[in-house]
């Protein structure tokens, strides 16, 4: 009886995939891609992924869309069924049951992008890993270990004249004890028990590409053939002129410029005030400033706000052309361009200059041939409002009525208008005796007037708001800490003391020392979930990065705790296995469903003991954390920017545009008089309706072109263009030039300057008047680089890449080896295009071709996906020690729950059922006098009157109480 009960399955199972077939003729290709089985990981650089997919896999995930781009330089997944809008979903789409919803076309094409966007990961952290003073250990390996599995460094410790170097060991075994292992140190030493100066201020960054491509132009110059063959000495510093570039290649086209005066504006911030720019419409202005408050926190090259003034570099503006056609600029191509032939900058600041040593028999180099130094904490740990060293911490201002909060001012102009929550006092050099209460600043003398904060360079009106947010947000969770220990201050506050690590610490007997490092501890935890779960998905606008960013941060079973409680088991086990893949591979992979966030807490006990602590949640990979050189590169986003900031005013009518206001008008001081002239209100109103800009070529705010610097000491000039200092910096810190770039970190390159125009747009069939416009000007920028970059003639016998093998298919040349050569598989002795000398910035703008909702370009992305990542794998504080022995319990369910308590969104945003966001939640408790503004908000990212449509929806129309709003009454751009 049984065999013919399973004869009858087995028949039922043949005609229902025939039935299944014949609805859905992809489902043959999803069988012949499940007979291949998982794709193994690449075993060396050159056999990398480049996220591109075999026929059977993108016609089971997407259909003949993702079928017909696979010719393409760009990533697959972006054309497969569910990544974009509404239109990208498969018409079998059936979200009733949870195995309906995967099996689905939808289904498959976004878990699909979710198990590329893994593989590219696992990638990129086995071959993109080079820290610049362990890398020997990491290749080699050390004491048996297999150097991926290293979690010391001697390297690390901290030196001899270190304040903290007796306490963590001096010359013998260092590890971090006592009150040192509690919270955020100063510093940012400890963060890893350990490894004392890991991420710590003045850490080296290290890279993410070979130390062998980066500065190409010293490489070349030192004997590296293959550097010398990339380039063939067409490029130098000043080679292809960093203004000219700017002025080519980045300004913002004006339809009347007499409106925009060069970003200025009109006098009195008339709002017929004009300045032209690319809207991104799904993004809007508090995004463009919160990148630059991160930013401040995580990365900086400067010493109190200098470069090395030592020497003088030129800025340009002197000659036109590559190679043999390379010749001066005429006096009127210099007022054409508007750009400054005597425009000079302070040159970057380096730490290691000598040339680097070799290892491996001479075939690798141990560091890139300069190195960098990070003058701030490399942590998430907001060491831009609390410092990150002495000098830094003496900015920060305590209030004195209460010492675990941050000084707040009263402002009468706010005051007025009942804004009592009050603003960060502003700096001052020295004090009048008058005086009372007054506290010196240490400052460089061009931020006299700004707000005392820790970090207080390229001060604008962002940075003002976003400060006096978060000077708030800690006051309030103080504030409601103390409440909470008035109604239990006998309870348990959960936290624990090194020196009594198994007595509890009732909520009375919490010291105020204690309530501001919890209070730093949850405002630095709620930043970095606003970034990885509300800024970023809106960035990255489409139903995969909304997966994958809140797995990051979750994991994709938080809503099963069994089976989370499980994975975090396996992912904790997997990082201390000693075994290479697992704690590597296997591990990222796992973690994806376990979450980042809290990893290594069920292993804990409660104990702070020095025998019984460890750092098993965290994974360092093998190799040291810092944010690589080529983190700051792909976070050049000026492009964000608008030139004029459209003005509203909360209480008498949102919809109105009162004023546009200059923001250049705003830098320094300046922020400080706009922000209590204007209130936190109404500029979190203003920048959360406006559109920040796409990011793109000629799309660079006028302003920064021409921005003066009438503070700069006699030397260099005063007025700056900031496109072409962005070059310069790039080139001055050795960053490979675009092409390279890709190939190193795992995509494909590009063979010529139209590879830049979007061929989805270029096939389309019925393309709308608007698309056509885009097309054309895409072609038109192609020329433009062409133009600026130039062209050669090609020998196929150079070989100009190690790193990546030559694409399957490539014609013509003559193909003397596996690896790409001079002619990109164009014909041997042909023209080609100079796309290996184009730099980074300007190829990654160049990107038209993008995932559905995508800000950032491909490139930066893929930078993003490996260090997003290691950023909160790393940081005990986000893993081990997410616990409430170091936050409190109240604490750590304030960051959980985005505040004291927790709220849900209405509805199923995007499909989705999901808690009322981080940052909204923060904008509310901190502002609220923008409730009504905000209730109808999902993300505080999403221009805040726009109508976000049932599945990531990318056209820009009102909500229905902002129809009469005038920003809706623009022609929109095809997308």
């Known amino acids: 009886m049984f065999k013919y009960v399973v004869a009858a399955l087995g028949v039922f199972c043949v005609a229902f995939v025939a039935i299944w077939i014949a609805i859905d003729p992809s489902i043959r290709s999803c069988i012949t891609m499940a007979e291949r089985g998982i794709p193994p990981v690449a075993a060396t650089r050159e056999e990398r992924f480049l996220g591109k997919v075999l026929y059977d896999t993108a016609n089971c995930r997407g259909g003949e869309g993702a079928v017909t781009s696979r010719g393409t330089p760009w990533v697959d997944w972006s054309n497969y069924w569910g990544t974009g809008d509404d239109a990208s979903r498969s018409s079998n789409y059936n979200p009733i049951t949870f195995i309906a919803k995967h099996l689905s076309g939808t289904g498959r094409g976004v878990d699909g992008a979710l198990l590329d966007l893994e593989r590219q ?104 053939s293959i550097a ?73 090259h400067l010493d109190e706000g200098r470069n090395d003034e030592s020497r003088r570099i030129s800025m ?132 006299r007037g700004q707000e005392a904060t820790a970090f207080p360079e390229n001060w604008s009106i962002g940075m003002s708001f976003y400060h006096n947010l978060f000077a708030r947000e800690h006051n309030s969770f103080v504030a409601a800490f103390r409440n909470e220990a008035r109604r239990h201050p006998r309870r348990d506050s959960g936290l624990r003391r090194p020196y009594a690590p198994n007595a509890p610490v009732a909520y009375r007997d919490v010291t105020d020392e204690e309530v501001f490092e919890i209070g730093r501890l949850v405002v630095a935890a709620m930043i970095a979930k606003i970034h990885t779960i509300e800024w970023t998905t809106q960035l990255l606008y489409d139903e995969p ?87 700051v590169s792909v976070y050049r986003l000026h492009p964000l920017l608008p030139d004029l900031i459209e003005l509203r005013d909360a209480q008498e009518d949102p919809n109105r545009i009162a004023a546009k206001l200059p923001i250049v008008t705003t830098f320094r001081h300046k922020a400080t008089d706009v922000m209590h002239e204007t209130g936190l209100e109404n500029m979190a109103l203003s920048m959360g309706r406006q559109r920040l800009g796409a990011l793109g070529l000629k799309n660079q705010p006028q302003f920064l072109q021409n921005l003066s610097m009438p503070s700069r000491p006699e030397g260099p000039t005063k007025v700056v263009d900031v496109m072409a200092l962005d070059i310069m910096r790039d080139r001055e810190r050795g960053i490979p030039r675009f092409n390279e770039f890709r190939r190193q970190i795992g995509l494909r390159q590009m063979t010529s300057f139209s590879d830049f125009v979007d061929q989805r747009l270029a096939q389309k069939e019925g393309r709308t008047a608007a698309e056509d416009k885009t097309l054309a000007q895409q072609r038109v920028l192609a020329q433009k680089l062409r133009e600026v970059y130039g062209q050669h003639v090609c020998d196929a016998s150079m070989i100009i890449s190690t790193t990546q093998l030559s694409p399957d298919g490539a014609a013509g040349g003559t193909r003397q080896s596996p690896f790409p050569d001079d002619c990109l598989g164009h014909p041997d002795g ?74 849900m969104e209405q509805g199923r945003p995007n499909g989705h059922r999901q808690d009322v966001m981080p940052l909204k939640r923060v904008l509310m408790r901190n502002l609220p006098g923008l409730r009504d503004q905000l209730d109808p908000v999902i993300n505080a990212f999403d221009p805040w009157a726009r109508d976000r449509g049932d599945y990531y929806s990318l056209d820009w129309v009102p909500i229905k109480s902002a129809r009469s709003d005038p920003a809706f009454d623009t022609e929109e751009p095809a997308k």
């Open 121 to 224: 990961r696992v990638e990129l952290i086995k071959f993109n890993l080079f820290d610049n003073g362990t890398y020997p250990d990491y290749v080699l390996g050390r004491d048996g270990r297999d150097g991926r599995t290293l979690k010391s460094w001697p390297e690390l410790r901290l030196r001899p004249d270190h304040p903290d170097y007796a306490r963590v060991g001096g010359p013998g075994a260092q590890v971090c004890r006592g009150d040192m292992l509690r919270f955020r140190t100063l510093q940012g030493t400890c963060n890893d028990l350990r490894n004392p100066g890991m991420g710590a201020t003045g850490a080296v960054y290290p890279r993410n590409v070979e130390f062998e491509s980066t500065f190409p132009i010293v490489a070349a110059s030192q004997g590296n």
């Open 830 to 903: 042909s023209l080609v295009d100079n796309v290996e000398d184009v730099d980074t910035v300007v190829g990654y703008l160049a990107e038209s071709t993008r995932p559905h909702g995508f800000a950032i370009s491909e490139t930066q992305f893929q930078i993003f996906i490996v260090n997003a990542s290691r950023r909160l794998f790393s940081d005990r504080f986000f893993t081990s020690s997410f616990r409430p022995e170091f936050y409190s319990t109240f604490g750590l369910d304030w960051v959980i729950n985005n505040g004291p308590d927790k709220q």
């Open 228 to 300: 010398s063959a990339r380039h063939a000495g067409r490029i130098d510093m000043m080679t292809p002129d960093p203004q000219v570039i700017s002025r080519e290649l980045f300004t913002r086209d004006q339809a009347a410029p007499d409106l925009c005066n060069a970003g200025y504006g009109l006098p009195g911030n008339d709002p017929a005030a004009q300045c032209d720019y690319q809207k991104a419409p799904f993004f809007n202005v508090l995004a463009a400033y919160w990148i630059q408050f991160m930013t401040h926190d995580w990365f900086s």
């Open 316 to 447: 340009g503006c002197q000659s036109k052309g590559v190679g043999e056609a390379k010749r001066p600029l005429t006096p009127a191509e210099i007022s054409d361009l508007g750009c400054n032939p005597a425009a000079e900058e302070f040159g970057a600041r380096f730490d290691q200059t000598a040339p680097p040593g070799t290892f491996d028999g001479g075939s690798r180099l141990n560091r890139a041939y300069k190195t960098t130094a990070n003058t701030v904490t490399a942590w998430w740990d907001a060491s831009q409002i609390y410092g990150y060293d002495a000098v830094s911490r003496a900015r920060v201002k305590r209030d004195p009525e209460d010492p675990a909060k941050l000084l707040m001012r009263s402002v009468a102009a706010r005051t007025d208008q009942g804004d009592t929550g009050g603003y960060l006092p502003v700096m001052v050099a020295e004090c009048a005796a008058t005086d009372t209460g007054c506290t010196p600043s240490p400052m460089n003398p061009k931020w």
């Open 545 to 631: 990065l909304y997966t994958a960013m809140n797995s990051n941060w979750y994991g994709l079973f938080h809503d099963f705790p069994g089976i989370d409680r499980i994975l975090s088991r396996v992912v904790t086990d997997l990082g201390t296995s000693g075994d290479a893949e697992k704690e590597t591979t296997w591990y990222s992979v796992f973690s994806s469903g376990a979450g980042i966030v809290g990893t290594g807490t069920l292993n804990k006990n409660g104990s702070l003991t020095d025998l019984d602590y460890n750092n098993d949640g965290v994974n360092h990979f093998g190799s040291p954390f810092n944010f690589p050189e080529e983190f």
